[in-house]
């Protein structure tokens, strides 16, 4: 069945260094969403990706979605303390209406 | 935050007792998930409806049921709860598509721990 990879599953920072994580699928999909879990809280949609090579910005995050469409990363520049949870990527595959989420990247900021 | 909400918030059961977890929403969406989050392990997909009366197993759904009578409540219940069954629940809601994007709002959890 599909799979989705996330690597790493922790991340320690220094506050202002720069923060990746990285997304890998087993199957072609058709897109890729990225969530933010804060400590003790519930998951929240950040943005969905859906085109072969496609680049978003949000403010200091930058999102990538692979050329192949079976990757994906999170680029956090200059990380802040408000960026501390878990960051989670959530696959797509055709027109089936499961979502695969990877296990998710601890972001643990050091001031 | 999107109109769901959780019940209870916190359950302590022995283990061979039946479980009902209750998501209520009032945005009318048409999908309803339920998702476990354990560490290590992210959140893994249980079951799902794509409306009333119509659902559908995820990756780890041994042990559990759901249903869906009405669009805003979808009900995930425990047969017979097992310690392996410990975990914060968490149900989703999606829907309707907005330009292609299939955004999940979640819930705040259920924290349910089984002795």
């Known amino acids: 069945g599909q799979q989705v990879m996330q690597i790493p599953q922790y991340q320690h920072v220094q506050e202002g260094e720069d923060f990746t994580t990285y997304c890998n699928s087993s199957?072609?999909?058709?897109?890729i969403q990225w969530y933010k879990q804060r400590p003790g809280g519930h998951p929240v949609f950040l943005i969905q990706?859906?085109?072969?090579?496609e680049v978003k910005k949000q403010k200091r995050l930058t999102f990538q979605f692979g050329e192949a469409k079976k990757n994906s990363s999170l680029h956090i520049t200059a990380t802040q303390t408000t960026d501390v949870g878990t960051y989670f990527c959530?696959?797509?595959?055709?027109?089936?209406?499961?979502?695969?989420f990877g296990k998710g990247t601890r972001l643990h900021i050091l001031p | 935050d999107a109109g769901i909400t959780q019940s209870p918030r916190h359950k302590v059961t022995e283990t061979g007792t039946p479980v009902t977890l209750r998501c209520h929403q009032t945005?009318?969406?048409?999908?309803m998930y339920w998702y476990r989050q354990d560490p290590g392990h992210g959140l893994r997909l249980i079951h799902y409806?794509?409306?009333?009366?119509?659902?559908d197993k995820g990756e780890v759904s041994d042990g559990y049921s759901v249903s869906r009578s009405k669009t805003e409540d979808f009900l995930l219940t425990l047969e017979s709860a097992t310690s392996s069954q410990t975990s914060v629940y968490f149900c989703?809601?999606?829907?309707?598509?907005?330009?292609?994007?299939?955004?999940?709002?979640f819930g705040p959890g259920t924290r349910l721990t089984v002795l």
């Open positions: 945005e009318n969406h048409r999908y």
């Open positions: 409806s794509y409306g009333v009366k119509d659902t």
């Open positions: 990706l859906v085109k072969s090579g």
């Open positions: 959530a696959g797509r595959s055709g027109r089936d209406d499961k979502i695969i």
């Open positions: 199957t072609t999909l058709s897109n």
């Open positions: 989703a809601i999606s829907g309707p598509l907005v330009g292609e994007v299939f955004e999940q709002f």
